[in-house]
């Protein structure tokens, strides 16, 4: 089926008490291994290409390749842009065809991150896309923050309740106690914090850094009121630890294809685990098939004419 709205995916997954699993893909092989291990879960999927991914594949190119695998599956897939950090590139995703876009200002202050995302959901919403935004600071790797700056920057749920109502973002990514780029499940999960800002705002809620988050601690966080969980790099180390396996027992490989399928299928199997840790197994049909969030009918006939 065509690309479909992220939103209707995350308004589903919030009702019914899941997660839907965003996976970030920096090239073909890593979205064929997604998109392959939603199918064999029969759930619905996020892939998702950050900025930083994008400028290293290309917008366009993801997104030709993302809408390509959709085309061909029967589970509904979505096409995201992770950690946009600008209201241009967010435009060009826009432009791109990208079901959902994220504009990152969680190093701005307050104020200046309200003002751009704004901005952001203005532009989206006009076109029937939806926006997530950061507020607090997920950190960019563990070692950037000490365990004092780690707290100072969770999202405090009254802020987060203004936040929403100021910009009308669809979504929100919120700083919890997980990290970017953890290599080992070691991070602890603020998980009264999550149920506090679940209390304080409707729209659902999004974790970064799962890759550092205990199995048991995942679960938890869904079923205080997170339901997009971002993983990237889990499955970048599986990957890559498979071509590096590989290559390293056969030093006479050339053929990329030797390697790049075991990675596929390697990352294949990671996605299918976390697809079940968050609950999404066999949640594909309850999401509806609107490629974009639905528009309201107009009706044309008693509208007045305007120059
Ligand atoms: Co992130
Ligand atoms: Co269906």
């Known amino acids: 089926m065509a690309l479909v709205s992220t939103k209707d995916m995350l308004l589903d997954a919030q009702k019914k008490g899941y997660a839907v699993g965003a996976f970030n893909a920096n090239n073909l092989e890593m979205a064929q291994g ?19 991914g994008a400028e290293y594949a ?46 990152d200002g969680s ?22 896309v939806p926006v997530e935004a950061e507020l607090g600071r997920v950190p960019k790797d563990p070692h950037s923050v000490t365990a004092k700056e780690l707290k100072k ?50 729209v659902p809620l999004v974790l970064h850094g799962a ?21 990237h790099t889990q499955l970048a180390k599986r990957f890559t630890e498979t071509a590096r396996r590989l290559l390293q027992a056969n030093p006479d490989v050339v053929d990329i294809r030797k390697y790049l399928s075991q990675s596929r299928q390697a990352l294949m199997e990671e996605v299918r685990l976390k697809i079940r840790l968050f609950g999404a197994d066999g949640k594909a049909k309850g999401v509806s098939h609107f490629p974009v969030a639905k528009i309201e009918p107009v009706d044309y006939m008693s509208q007045e004419l305007v120059e």
């Open 107 to 128: 190093q701005l202050d307050f104020a200046e991150n309200v003002k751009i995302t704004k901005e952001v959901v203005q532009a989206a919403h006009a076109v029937g």
């Open 34 to 52: 997604i998109v392959m291990a939603a199918e064999k879960e029969d759930a619905p999927v996020i892939v998702q290409v950050s900025q930083g």
């Open 211 to 231: 890759s550092g988050v205990p199995d048991k601690a995942i679960k938890e966080a869904i079923a205080a009121g997170i339901c997009k969980i971002n993983v």
């Open 153 to 202: 920057y969770l999202t405090r749920p009254e802020e987060a309740l203004e936040f929403v109502e100021l910009t009308g973002v669809d979504f929100l990514a919120i700083a919890v106690g997980s990290m970017h780029k953890m290599k080992v499940q070691e991070a602890k999960l603020d998980i009264e914090r999550i149920k506090a800002i679940r209390q304080a705002v409707s």
């Open 58 to 103: 290309g917008v366009e190119e993801m997104a030709a390749i993302v809408r390509a695998l959709a085309e061909k599956t029967p589970i509904p897939v979505a096409l995201h842009l992770d950690h946009g950090m600008d209201f241009v590139y967010n435009l060009r995703c826009l432009r791109a065809g990208y079901t959902s876009l994220m504009y």
